[in-house]
């Protein structure tokens, strides 16, 4: 089977899940779109690297899940209502089942969201996926790194650290319900759960929709927390004291972790793909409530200083020292 | 250096080429952008992949001149002028000359169409670049594959095969111009030449934007002419006879090309990024004066017919047969 043939096979079926705005799609040099009026764009890409981003044995249908949530939690970042995605898969072979599971994933989360893929490009190498998402927000409305102000709660959307265990225990239990008579259905409940997090990430989308107009800052924690909140501090001009013990954690977090390792999973492990946000006592209630609305928590976790820098602080009130800063691509 | 540093001092230069729409370019989990009134975008992504798309020697400088060229090529080929771009770098280290040479090369594209990129992501793996452009034109002006019809003259800008011809000889002259009175300085000169055409390819964007209002159909010549024409054909539903004697070559081509192989690289070898476009007779002059005032030739290579079909035809009139289908990612 030739690239062309590949390619309108297994991604022509993702077209429809919208076509909003979308003049011509998969075909042709290029996508003709129509944004939409009063609106600005929000363009982001993201690339996953096999044996780097995931796993290399991830299911072909998390892969594509993945590639896309990615970059949906981007948009989700800045309040953005996701619309169009572009797909760059590089394969080392034109594996049939593979490519069916990689569509089945990217497939359901795109029409989760009524995001059509406009426009792709298959290539042979070394397995990796870039996806360029596209959404809109009414002018001037898009949230960003730079508004933190003195004084503003930080807070994160669901919990953090899940997927950084998952990826630490490295046991991913294949197929199958969990018994949940047998002695150890809770472990295996809690291994699926925690994989899901590593392997399937919900983009906030709705969640960063409904803090648009309330958060002075927004970005998504794709790195860990104590790397990624920098660029807001940084951004913003501003610094935060940061309570360890407030981090929310899972469940099934809770019944797993280490107790050593729990403060590194959850401020530096990564793949967390929650929202930090920055909002002010008057937006907290309702923000709070928006993010409930949405179906994620929302926690407060410290506060914007004017003081620059980012300090930890243990339930006692004691200064901690960390020498977490988040995933580092090229640090490693 | 982590990866933020990097990208920001290797790519924070490239930003000011253009802020035509940029609200907020690179920094921030997207970019905003505001799309010009009245236009719609068109937008296409392309993946680079080291010794696939080029071979391992380019140097970086070409590599990012390369990236660029070929997504705007696709840009070009549906009359659009280009806006923006995001660039997805995987690279097995961050080596700081390299970064600075792929950097240059991309930035004089970009300064040359007034592109300005505006996100990014930079990962470690084996070397592979993804770019995505994004375009305007007024809306329904947008050049497509798919409007080509009986009776029209088939063109194409430029030459083709050079691009082939360099990869075939394999030869590069490295550094330093020809002594042109030394006996081998022709040699030397059609060397840098061909092989300008394979690492800098010209994406021929004030052809594509002359030939609006003009042409039927449209596309740029990536994979080959034998291959790519029957995109048109297949969209168009219509056949085309085209005279292999006509197809137009360059001077360095036709002193170098070992006639055994001309009608192969011309027809397949791949890498032109010509424009190959359909055009009522009616058009002709004046398409051929807006493509002279564009700075490139435009040839008349054959005609559309209502029969399906690829025909080749030699001087003679004789048909001939070709077993060449362009270049296919995942048949060789």
Redesign the interface.
């Known amino acids: 089977?030739?690239?062309?043939a590949?390619i309108r096979r297994h991604f022509a079926s993702l077209t429809p899940a919208s076509t909003r705005g979308v003049?011509?799609g998969i075909?042709?040099?290029?996508?003709?779109?129509?944004?939409p009026?009063g609106h600005?764009?929000?363009?982001?890409?993201?690339?996953l690297?096999a044996g780097?981003?995931f796993p290399l044995q991830t299911a072909a249908f998390d892969i594509g899940w993945k590639s896309l949530a990615v970059n949906l939690s981007?948009?989700a970042?800045?309040g953005?209502e996701p619309l169009?995605c572009?797909?760059?898969l590089?394969l080392p072979?034109?594996d049939e089942a593979w490519l069916s599971g990689f569509t089945a994933g990217l497939s359901q989360l795109a029409a989760q969201h009524r995001v059509a893929l406009?426009?792709?490009?298959?290539?042979?190498?070394?397995l990796?996926i870039?996806i360029?998402?596209?959404?809109a927000?009414p002018?001037g409305a898009?949230l960003?790194?730079?508004g933190a102000r003195p004084g503003d709660h930080v807070c994160v959307t669901g919990t953090l650290g899940d997927a950084a265990l998952a990826l630490m225990r490295g046991g991913f239990i294949a197929g199958g319900a969990a018994d949940a008579r047998s002695p150890c259905a809770q472990r295996l409940i809690d291994d699926a759960e925690l994989r899901a997090r590593l392997d399937r990430p919900i983009p906030r989308l709705a969640a960063g929709l409904a803090l648009r107009g309330l958060a002075h800052a927004?970005?998504?924690l794709s790195d860990g927390l104590a790397g990624d909140l920098q660029?807001v501090l940084a951004?913003s001009g501003v610094g935060a004291e940061i309570d360890a013990a407030s981090l929310p954690m899972s469940a099934a977090f809770a019944r797993q972790a280490p107790d050593a390792d729990r403060l590194a999973l959850q401020a530096a492990g990564g793949d967390d793909y929650e929202l930090c946000v920055c909002l002010p006592e008057s937006a907290l209630a309702a923000a709070t409530a928006a993010c409930r609305d949405a179906g994620v928590t929302l926690t407060v976790i410290g506060r914007i200083t004017a003081e620059p820098g980012l300090r930890w602080r243990a339930a006692s009130g004691e200064a901690i020292t960390m020498n977490l800063?988040g995933y580092?691509?090229?640090?490693d």
């Open positions: 089977m030739d690239e062309f590949l003049t011509l075909g042709d040099d290029a996508a003709i779109l129509k944004p009026p600005e764009l929000l363009m982001t890409t993201d690339t690297v780097r981003h981007d948009l970042a800045m953005a169009w572009l797909l760059a590089t072979t034109a406009v426009g792709g490009d298959t290539t042979r190498g070394p990796s870039t360029t998402a596209v959404g927000a002018v898009a960003r790194r730079s927004a970005l998504d660029h951004a800063s580092q691509h090229f640090h």
